[in-house]
């Protein structure tokens, strides 16, 4: 399972000059466990070193499970005294709303299970017995967590353990940007391990941001792309297994494996991958997510419940064809 990394914060600073008279600064660098890249237009340099960092550290003191003195990894450890902070609060509140509205397929308390099933860049699928999956669903459920009104986790079982990698890094993105939208800038584009939000227009070129989303067929170690999208102030995520399909021995079809938060059970599912558009990041990355562990048709009878959201799903139809299924919203973005 993947966790936050500590901040290991690096940055590099390019600047060049726009057609509209403003600087046109990019940024890069390392955090939380990915790399960055950032492009702004301003007409004075900013503290973007200094704000970056501290955004970086605050929120993984906050929600990071790979820190041990983080609020989340003491809450994990039973620490009931923890008082949460607005970051943290604002992070279970969507992390609520989309366990709802995905019933109960997004669910930031299934990293047990997912640790018990092997999942990782090492052993890909490991089947645990039926008594360890009864086990851990005692600790599986989202619902039996509660905020209180004075910022404290309850917990129906103390065993509970919570993970918020699946909406997090999107909830950052979207800090980054509140932090330039407060300095006046009107044109940037954030990215942060493949999530982004894009503001306004790239004045450099006088056209909308212009960004990819991967080939799922591409090889390791190749960078190809499946569709280049034009966006205005919009807020993008993506989540898939794509990397990880495997193909059925009798029948041929590609599939990868995902946990039911529901019955606990490893399932094959044939979407690939799930790119989501919706009003902001924190929003894109969680739902990517629930779509992922949704498979393709649960996803799409989720869409006609929620507003708001525009989908990429691809996937392995029928004779192991890659298919996409774009909803209407969408489509207005590609790019021919």
């Not at 990394?5 to 390019?14: E, G, K, R, S, T």
């Not at 792309?225 to 021995?249: I, M, P």
Request: hydrophobic share 35%.
């Amino acid at each position: 399972m993947k966790k936050f990394l500590p901040a290991i914060f690096a940055i590099f600073m390019l600047l060049s000059c726009s057609e509209d008279g403003t600087e046109k600064y990019t940024v890069s660098g390392n955090a939380l466990g990915t790399t960055y890249h950032i492009t702004f237009f301003a007409e004075n340099e900013l503290p973007v070193a200094e704000g970056l960092d501290s955004i970086f550290r605050v929120i993984n003191n906050s929600m990071s499970t790979y820190q041990e003195d983080s609020d989340i990894s003491r809450i994990n450890d039973g620490n009931t005294s923890i008082k949460v902070d607005s970051n943290f609060v604002e992070v279970f509140n969507y992390s609520e709303k989309i366990y709802k509205e995905s019933n109960g397929y997004f669910d930031p308390t299934v990293g047990l299970l997912v640790n018990a099933y092997g999942f990782g860049p090492e052993n890909f699928y490991e089947e645990p017995d039926r008594l360890e999956i009864d086990s851990l669903m005692t600790y599986v459920g989202f619902d039996k967590l509660r905020l209180t009104d004075e910022h404290h986790i309850e917990k129906e079982t103390p065993g509970i353990y919570m993970d918020f990698n699946a909406i997090a890094k999107g909830y950052t993105i979207d800090v980054i940007a509140q932090w330039f939208d407060k300095r006046g800038v009107d044109n940037y584009l954030i990215e942060l391990g493949g999530e982004l939000v894009a503001k306004g227009r790239n004045t450099d070129s006088g056209d909308s941001w212009r960004v990819a989303i991967d080939d799922p067929q591409q090889v390791e170690g190749e960078r190809t792309f499946q569709t280049v999208l034009a966006l205005e102030n919009s807020a993008l995520a993506t989540s898939g297994n794509y990397r990880k399909f495997r193909t059925d021995s009798l029948t041929g079809e590609a599939f990868v494996h995902t946990i039911n938060p529901l019955t606990g059970k490893a399932r094959q599912s044939n979407l690939l991958s799930a790119s989501v558009l919706a009003e902001n990041c924190t929003l894109a990355d969680g739902y990517a997510t629930a779509f992922m562990a949704l498979g393709l048709e649960k996803s799409r009878e989720m869409l006609q419940r929620i507003n708001g959201v525009e989908v990429y799903l691809i996937y392995a139809g029928e004779g192991n064809e890659m298919q996409v299924y774009t909803s209407d919203g969408f489509k207005k973005y590609l790019q021919k």
